[in-house]
């Protein structure tokens, strides 16, 4: 079935370090959307691609969907300690768009 | 108003209790969902809504009874739950067509005992 994978699983970084997670599916998406969950919280949307090779950023955030539209990533510059959390993404199902794939997350922990 | 709100924000039950989970949302939404999150997991989709009719079951156990009596409110209905029942529990809402972003609602953490 439909597949969407993140690496790493868990990524510690001392504050001003960069970060970066990569998510990958099985299948070629129309979009991908990005989440991020900070602990005890819920998840809250980041942003959502659509267009192959796409960039967009938000001030320290960077996000990538790839060319071939099964791949993405989310980059942190100078990690703050405002960034910890788990980030998501997530793809729609090809069989049912109502219905959103997510990631397993990265779950990132910032050292002052 | 961009708020999903959910009640209660924790609940224990013993396993031949029955309780309901409550969610609202004034922001125009039509599609609204039902996941559930266990520690360290991502959320898992259990019920999606569409214009206040049921769209998607994911094959949920009958002790889990979703329920949207209007475009602003959905409850889930919970009957006879087992401690692996004892989850995260978070409603979501977006615009029904196409895939737009999910606003999700704080959680009710729920334990069964």
């Known amino acids: 079935g439909q597949q969407v994978m993140q690496i790493p699983q868990y990524q510690h970084v001392q504050e001003g370090e960069d970060f970066t997670t990569y998510c990958n599916s099985s299948t070629t998406l129309s979009n991908i959307q990005w989440y991020k969950q900070r602990p005890g919280g819920h998840p809250v949307f980041l942003i959502q691609?659509?267009?192959?090779?796409e960039v967009k950023k938000q001030k320290r955030l960077t996000f990538q969907f790839g060319e071939a539209k099964k791949n993405s990533s989310l980059h942190i510059t100078a990690t703050q300690t405002t960034d910890v959390g788990t980030y998501f993404c997530a793809g729609p199902k090809k069989t049912s768009y109502d219905k959103v794939i997510f990631g397993p997350g990265t779950s990132l922990s910032v050292i002052p | 108003d961009t708020e999903v709100t959910q009640t209660p924000k924790h609940l224990v039950m013993g396993m031949t209790n029955k309780k309901s989970l409550k969610c609202e949302q004034h922001m125009g939404h039509r599609a609204m969902y039902w996941y559930k999150q266990k520690a360290k997991k991502p959320p898992e989709l259990m019920f999606v809504y569409s214009y206040e009719k049921l769209s998607i079951n994911e094959s949920v156990p009958s002790r889990f009874s979703p329920e949207c009596p209007n475009s602003s409110l959905l409850n889930l209905h919970l009957h006879a739950l087992q401690p692996e029942d004892s989850a995260l529990y978070l409603c979501a809402s977006s615009q029904p067509t196409g895939v737009h972003e999910q606003f999700f609602g704080p959680g009710t953490r729920l334990t069964v005992l």
């Open positions: 691609l659509v267009k192959s090779g």
